[in-house]
């Protein structure tokens, strides 16, 4: 079994579902098993992560760059919420991850849209100005 999670992981996956969905529970390679779910864990992590700083550097480019505000812009804030709503719904526990996220992501956000706009780094907030609600709502944007 090891050798085949070492050289094909799409047929050592398909072989441990045909047997766990036969009920041969003694068969399976539960030391593998338990490493690809955390790695699913981290990989749903990893891609809310992803969504939150795109999210937050489009808002900063949209509240520190009002003369630049057009449609593409609207469109990535909106598509980045809709990303983490599903990720949300699919895995509902990352919302207790959020806060922790939001920290993480924030330096990766400024430094994002100081690199696309221009601006210093230091001009931007030293925290993420907005709360986890106004983050995740369709109709907020930052006034600028």
């Known amino acids: 079994m090891t050798a085949l999670y070492d050289t094909d992981l799409a047929a050592w996956a398909r072989e441990q579902a045909d047997l766990a969905r036969r009920g041969s529970v003694n068969a399976l390679d539960l030391a593998h098993i338990a490493e ?21 550097a489009h808002l900063l480019k949209w ?11 609207r469109r990535s ?19 207790g991850e959020l806060p922790q996220v939001v920290i993480a992501e924030w330096p990766r956000a400024v430094h994002w849209a100081s690199e696309e706009t221009g601006i210093s780094r230091r001009a931007f907030p030293a925290d993420c100005p907005w709360s986890q609600a106004e983050l995740r709502d369709p ?6």
């Open 63 to 73: 509240q520190y760059q009002p003369g630049r505000r057009g449609t593409s812009w």
């Open 139 to 144: 109709d907020f944007l930052p006034d600028g």
């Open 36 to 56: 690809e779910l955390e790695g699913m864990v981290r990989a749903e992590h990893r891609a809310l992560a992803s969504q939150m700083e795109r999210l937050m």
């Open 77 to 95: 804030i909106r598509d980045s919420q809709t990303q983490i709503e599903r990720l949300l719904a699919d895995s509902p526990s990352l919302t």
